[in-house]
């Protein structure tokens, strides 16, 4: 069977009220897995046990199954559908997606492209020392993956194309590529942002083992970082909200992260996620810092609760 899937624990069940409304708002056929990674409150957990495909093991709330937050593909090394797109849960769906999964295959996996999550050799290694090391980083990966060989950069101005962690769409065809990323996370490769978090581990690998994507454009479905300041406009098309961007495309998903703080009245920096319902000047904060009405989305569908 096919799913979606997220996890959760009490930090982020406001996110997830949210998250599932946007699902169901847009009539989604494909399935919802939910894994429970940390303390949930016992009614919530009936409740979401009603609602999706729950998983709740122990193996996910260790603080190995965290390190370096690897929890997902801890998750998908255990349970893994015969095809999953497995998201961040401070994300809303915008547009029903049920099609990615015609797009996914034993061969192409479903990233969703991010500028900021490109990978510039410089960043290996310290510049100044990069031409240096460069060779050793990829004899040493090589070394990890117990591969012959890698595709690398030649020089300093290639990139690896981004992929952010928020969005990954995979079959247990890719279980290989889920195993070698968590051997590369636990292993002792030192080799600065590459190795720092799922997120940049993943895209270094999908770039090195030339793994085959399905990518899914920035401009529509990964609006983070500088785009949250793009105009913006919430209509209704039978009966669906539907928001375009300021160069008339449509956009499928919402991802708040990137750049993404706001004050407090204290005049402290929080995430808009840490901000409640009943926090007016959240939206306002928002808004004020990014011209950009999606939040007001998020706000609705928080507001229905489960």
Known sequence: MDYFSVIIDNNVWNLFIAFYNSYRHYEHQTPLKV?????LDSDRLEK????????????????????????KYVALQIYCADKEIILDVDTIFLNNLDWLFDCLDESKMIVAYETHASIAPGLYYDTSIW???????K???QDILRANDLYWPSNQEHVFRGYNGGFVGITKNHLHLVNQLLTVLNSSWNCAIC???EQYALTTLINVLQIPVHELPQETFMNTWERHGIKKE???ESGKFVVYQDSNQRLNFYHFTGGVSLKNSNGQEVKWSHLTIKDIEARQLWLEKYNNPVILLYYYFL????
């Not at 894994?35 to 303390?39: L, P």
């Open 303 to 306: 507001s229905q609760g489960l």
């Open 234 to 236: 919430i209509t209704v």
């Open 131 to 137: 031409l240096e090391n460069h060779s050793r980083a």
């Open 139 to 141: 004899l040493e990966l």
């Open 195 to 197: 190795n720092n978090n």
């Open 35 to 39: 894994y429970v990674v940390g303390a």
């Open 48 to 71: 979401l046990q009603t609602l999706c495909y729950t998983i709740v093991d122990p193996l996910l709330r260790k603080p190995s199954s965290w390190h370096k937050f690897q929890i």
